[in-house]
């Protein structure tokens, strides 16, 4: 005869409680804090740094919300420069994401349409007089919701995303939102060179 409360020597009531405690796990590329601190180690944080990795504080989060679309772009900073972590959920899969790494290339108000291919100039490293030709094909246009984390709260807008890849799977994603256009460049990196380390509770209330 089984005791109250056990089945085969395991206590039910353990086993209903254990069960209700199985909170899902935030993902840690998700909804990072403001003022975390951001560790890169991919490439091009190697050659501009001299580094094998480099840590950022996280000053600006936007968040993309469309079809088939959740995006986080992380306005990283140190002392000397900014540069942003892109995070983008897999369409299809519970919890797996694609990391990228960019800069802002520009800012302007939306003039003529944007066209399929924009081909930008770049300086040549090895011949100062001499300019770079990288042409970028549009992918696609994602209508999406944004909204913008910082220090002093939250703002939500519309946007229009305009993605843009070069035959070296270069990136180029062009956010208009109004009548304004923010450019963004950049690779893609690998997940495993992220480190991201949490802002403390009293970091993310402000005292």
Not at 35 to 52: A, K, P
Not at 114 to 125: E, K, N
Not at 145 to 166: A, C, I
Request: one cysteine or more.
């Amino acid at each position: 005869m089984a005791l109250f409360g056990r089945k085969e020597g395991k206590s039910l009531f353990g086993k209903q409680k254990e069960e209700k405690d199985k909170t899902p796990l935030k993902h840690e590329l998700v909804d990072i804090s403001i003022n975390s601190m951001i560790e890169l180690s991919d490439l091009t944080t190697y050659e501009e740094t001299g580094d094998t990795s480099h840590a950022f504080k996280l000053t600006v989060q936007k968040k993309y919300e469309g079809e088939a679309l959740l995006r986080y772009m992380y306005h990283l900073k140190d002392a000397e420069e900014e540069v942003i972590l892109g995070v983008d959920h897999i369409h299809g899969t519970k919890d797996e994401y694609e990391t990228s790494r960019w800069i802002v290339d520009g800012e302007q108000e939306l003039g003529d349409p944007l066209p399929d291919v924009m081909t930008l100039f770049y300086p040549d490293p090895d011949n100062e007089e001499e300019e770079i030709e990288v042409a970028y094909t549009r992918q696609e246009i994602i209508s999406a919701k944004l909204t913008v984390t910082d220090v002093q709260g939250k703002e939500e807008f519309e946007t229009e995303l305009h993605e843009y890849v070069t035959e070296n799977e270069e990136l180029m994603s062009i956010e208009l939102c109004g009548d304004w256009l923010t450019f963004y460049v950049g690779l893609p990196i690998l997940p495993s060179d992220v480190e991201v380390y949490p802002a403390l509770e009293t970091e993310k209330s402000g005292r």
